[in-house]
């Protein structure tokens, strides 16, 4: 499609982004009168909005396991992407288009609105990586200068970049989604059949939210979860190269590749530049957090330095759950001014959901020699142009000669391998064998309650961080077999894994009802609270990672057997739902850890735990017709909800069908399902629209 051309790059005029080229046409809506989704049954249900609060962490942890349980799923299922076609709802199946289309692209949306549109959080400009490459010069020239560097090396034109991006380096933990400013939905450039390609989708000044509404605390979990969506983008993105003439896609073959003049770096050009930009920004996290988040328990100061010779017993040196920042004064760019540690407690939830994050990344930009499982492309990305390489002495397998340095690896490498140190000093009970929801940062400051869905996430971090230090696969590609370097820190991994895999069988698997206990509290037993939906798809989630890191069946078999008990319990039929809770018959509760879970879980259902002739219990809820069945009715129920008033997604546009056309019966919602265009979303804060991200809602039956 055709680009506004690109003049200034300094001040307001920033610009950094990229979308994919607009298809058939370019898509957003708005409410129509009330109708019920496709794949729902109950008529009259509301699914309602409760909360008009963005929660970071939240919503980036959803989008992760909706991106998984997107095109890979619906790709590892047998499915030809090439049928998927965003201007055809469900086609060419119900369930192709809900995991392909839906799941998978709000996923991708969501995290640019965060990264690259919102302002939720401190400009790129005052990344500490772009800082220091400014010098005595101006760092908005600076960034300027590196993306245009970043788009020669993927083959895009400069001038063609968008205008008015807001790219963040770290993130805030929450904020109003509400746009502050009308939405330029005006006619940039014609489409096809009659559409047209609006303004906002290549300039992005319209798409703020208020800056005096938002929270401007870090917390490693917001950071991480932003983190993790980066990371398992930016490795699809750049997972290949690509002809600068055609534009099509070349399987990696070498890391030499690209010094052919019509080779670039990434899938496709689009995808290219969205990938260097994500690494960008990643970089400059991670330099941010390795160099001024990690607070010394002892001083009680920030800026400790963590690294992969930390040792724990020596002194606590770790991210504490909230920093309270006070900007510089810049409204246009803003940076830090101040730093304030506001709860110096370690939490389960961050340490998982950052080492998940720093486990992908590590994937990525591995060099190590012994690593012969790395992509070709990714190395190509990390051979000095456009990202540098580590130095030889962190890529051996000696880390007693390792240097402090601040490519993306040995900056990620540290953080990895402090996140890995603390799990065990500061979460995990030797004696009961599993880890514990928090600890205080003081001497003796290990909590004494253990969650089951944290606990299962942190499964699932810690087999993902195994394989990453051992050398295999990550991504899209982290459940495929391989052979791992055995390293000691994998090795310790694995352990864990097993322990708490154990712990989840014999201390909270209740035997009378088939389910676990929502939590254990050391010294008194299982938590005796009516058990949630939550609590069963942690613990299916990590009972299937330690299956899938173990190869032990006994893993495997009790994640089916829960599996078809949390059915059994929790799915509502009637409403195309389920329970949050044992018995509770109407107002489910959704928020997006819940909704992001049970995506995971029937993720799952389909990969791991599907009914196998080898199988000799054979459960009707892991058929895999029932599977699909359940993805596509919640997913069409909660998500997207029943009526365009209703569902956890706010709003969408052209990639998930709704385009822009001139003249249309129904104009602002042109693909006619239940979710709105942005600029039409029903909002509490404003006239303006809604993001399209997740907020919490309530399933109530008529």
Known sequence: MARKPLSVLLATALLAGCTP????????????????????????????KTDYRFDTAANMFAYSEFELSGEPLAESLGLDLDLLDAGKPDSPTLFDYTAGIESYEYSEEAMYEVVEKSGLGLHLVNGPVNVKRAGANDPRKALAERYFALAKAVGYAPEELFQNMFPTFVEYASGDPHYVTKVDTSKFADGEDGRYIPKYQVDFATLRWDRGRMERVLTPSALGGTYLKQALW????????????????????????????????GVSTADGLQGVLLAEGVWNKLAFMRDRLFLDAASGKLGATPGTKYDPAKGLVYLPHAVQVTEDGSTEFPGVKELKVTDKRSLLQDQWLMMWAASEFFGTSDQRPANRNQNPAFLAVFDGDPFPKAPAANLDNQIANDVKADDPYSLNRDILYTLFANLEAMHWNAREQTLVDEHSGEANGQGDHADTFQIGYALEALRLFQRAVDGMPLGYASGEAAQGLGTPEGKKALGMIKAQADFILTKLLDEQDGLVANGYRIGSGRDGDAKTLKAQLGAIRGLTAAFLATKEEKYRDAARKLFDQTVKTFWDDGVSAFRDAVGKENDYAYDPYLAGAVSAGLRLGMLNLVNTDADKEK???????????????????VVNGPTLEDGMQTSEFWDTGDYYKETSDSPDNTDKDTVPQIQAAVGKHGPYGIAPVLLPVTVKKP
């Open 234 to 265: 930016l490795g699809d993105f750049l997972g290949g190269f690509h002809t600068v003439d055609k534009d099509e896609e070349l399987e990696a073959a070498s890391p030499d590749q690209d010094k052919d003049p019509n080779i670039r770096l």
């Open 21 to 48: 080229e607009a298809p058939s046409g370019t898509n957003q809506s708005a409410p129509q009168p009330a109708g019920q989704a496709a794949g729902t049954k109950a008529q009259g249900l509301r699914v309602e």
């Open 619 to 637: 459960y009707p809820s892991l058929e895999l017709g029932k599977l699909t069945d359940m993805y596509t009715r919640f997913f069409k129920t």
